[in-house]
């Protein structure tokens, strides 16, 4: 009887001892993953800025060979513009045929688109360099939540509440044209050729060519915001440059390389 009763005994302490075991087994805390190492966050943020900057010298390199090409450009155009009168005053003497001055005037008129065309790239220019700058400092912000507004020196920004997309272009045209009585002066409408040559993602934004600090950058924006549209105003144009005060409407723009 005691040998059954030691057994007895010792089959109890046993089975209580795997209990035991099993329950400390369950009770080990799951392995946390380890933090993302700081010097890993910082070198992740320096290259970002260091991103953004090489961005900014290859778009400043590239507005100044446009602005060799516009100095070209307004040479020709004012020699076609002296030969348009040489040759007006050659028609009215009978001395040349009408066909060789309307030639010359149609050359002077593609003269003149041409430049048009290349200050609005250097324009875009000037915009895509204050966006980038803008990129840097909201970098360094804490993501805000929808619907904030900020007015600082240089930058206005407005989170936006609703959805936005290039389709709602054609409401804030409208708007603008019943408020001013003219259209909307975009300067860049989605991705544009410069944003392509610059690897910027300008997709889902357009770019209005306005100050904001004027009577109709305010009406507009204000307009934006009763919307729910997100944009961001620049007040400062880029140090140098005649131009460069817009009004982004839409999510901010980023480095085509960063998707």
């Keep these: ?5 030691v057994s007895m005994v010792l089959v109890t302490l046993a089975v209580f001892s795997l209990v035991g075991a099993a329950q400390v087994r369950r009770q080990k805390p799951a392995p946390v993953a380890p933090p993302v190492a700081a010097d890993e966050a910082k070198r992740a ?3 970002a800025t260091q991103s953004r900057a090489n961005l900014i010298v290859k778009t400043e390199t590239y507005r100044d060979s446009l602005n060799q090409v516009l100095e070209l ?7 076609l ?3 348009v009168e040489v040759r007006r005053n050659l028609l009215t003497a009978g001395i040349i045929a009408r066909r060789e001055f309307d030639e010359t005037q ?10 048009n065309e290349t200050g609005r790239q250097i ?3 000037n915009q895509l360099v204050n966006e980038v700058l803008a990129a840097e400092e909201m970098a360094r912000i804490k993501p805000e939540p929808p619907g904030t507004f900020r007015s600082g020196v240089t930058l206005i920004r407005y989170s936006g509440t609703g959805y ?9 045209d409208a708007f603008f044209r019943e408020s001013f009585g003219r259209a909307l002066p975009v300067s860049a409408f989605g991705q544009s ?3 392509d040559r610059l690897g910027f993602d300008h997709r889902g934004a357009l770019d209005v060519s306005i100050h904001p600090d004027t009577a109709e950058g305010q009406t507009l924006m204000a307009y934006l915001r009763s919307q729910g549209v997100p944009f961001i105003a620049f007040r400062a144009a880029v140090a140098g440059s005649a131009t460069g005060a817009h009004i982004h409407i839409g999510p901010p723009s980023h480095r085509a390389s960063s998707q």
């Excluded at 009887?1 to 009763?5: A, D, I, N, P, Y």
């Excluded at 450009?73 to 020699?79: I, S």
């Excluded at 936005?164 to 804030?172: Q, R």
């Design 123 to 125: 324009d875009e220019a």
């Design 45 to 47: 943020a320096a290259e």
């Design 164 to 172: 936005w997309s290039l389709d709602g272009y054609s409401g804030v």
């Design 193 to 195: 050729g410069t944003h």
């Design 106 to 115: 149609a050359l002077l008129a593609d003269a003149s688109q041409r430049i």
């Design 1 to 5: 009887m005691k040998l059954r009763s």
């Design 73 to 79: 450009q307004k040479r020709e155009q004012d020699r």
């Design 81 to 83: 513009a002296t030969l």
